[in-house]
């Protein structure tokens, strides 16, 4: 990340992808926590509080996703809500889909079956992600002891909810999300940073489909990419590809 960086100060309000009388779900931009957390107490906006203003009620959160991700983000309108899409997704009812860069080339498809530990003294969760790979790119810039640099463009499926899953998995294959300070590799962050102008986690919940618990209808929500996806895409060769989901 360049020195100096610091996270922006986000709009008062966050755009509305989908909204009845019993959930909402909003694109949250990367960076923007999820609520108040004892490791980020001096953050100053988060999306609940955000969107608890916007619309003028108090609403449920639904499910996590990590600071550095944006995306879908879905929360309840009133308890029962809550509760009863809280069984859906605990019945794994509910279908995920994400966008993530990763560095190197991975194969076209795959199944990481991988158990995680959420918490250093509990034991590790079974835990699986599917992916697809949707495009490659190589580019003339050296990146340790490599003249060049390849990065892959997939679609992640995770079958299961634990924490950091896609960024964890794909650490565990050596082919780490770009921008992933944490389980990434610090030397493509730092690249994309300076040559790329983007200090950005490269994870994006593309999408999110669960049957509704009130109608019984599917509800499928897609969330557009964040414009610093947009603005690499060229470099990387991926305008068509990209911009299919823009």
């Known amino acids: 990340m360049p020195s100096g960086f610091t996270y922006p100060l986000f709009s008062l309000e966050l755009p509305i992808l989908f909204r009845d009388e019993h959930f909402v779900a909003v694109n949250k931009p990367g960076g923007l926590l999820v609520h108040r ?55 794994t009812r509910a279908d995920k889909a994400y966008l993530a860069v990763l560095r190197g080339y991975v194969p076209e498809a795959g199944l990481v079956d991988y158990a995680l530990r959420e918490e250093k003294y509990k034991p590790p969760q079974e835990a699986q992600t599917q992916y697809r790979r949707l495009a490659t790119a190589e580019l003339p810039i050296p990146v340790g002891r490599y003249a060049t640099a390849r990065y892959s463009l997939v679609e992640a499926r995770p079958l299961t909810g634990r924490m950091h899953q896609i960024r964890k998995h794909f650490a565990h294959l050596c082919h780490y999300v770009i921008g992933d300070k944490r389980h990434g590799d610090w030397r493509h962050n730092q690249m994309f940073a300076e040559t790329l102008a983007c200090p950005h986690m490269l994870l994006h919940a593309r999408m999110l489909a669960f049957p509704h618990p009130f109608t019984g209808e599917s509800v499928s929500v897609t969330a557009p990419l964040p414009e610093y996806w947009l603005r690499i895409a060229p470099t990387l060769g991926w305008e068509e590809i990209l911009g299919d989901f823009s």
Do not use: C, N
């Not at 100053?44 to 983000?73: C, E, K, N």
């Open 37 to 91: 957390t004892r490791i980020a107490e001096e953050d100053r906006a988060f999306a609940m509080q955000i969107l608890r203003d916007q619309l003028g009620q108090w609403v449920y959160p639904l499910h996590r996703l990590d600071r550095g991700t944006s995306g879908v983000l879905l929360f309840a309108l009133h308890k029962e809500a809550a509760q009863r899409l809280g069984v859906v997704f605990g019945e």
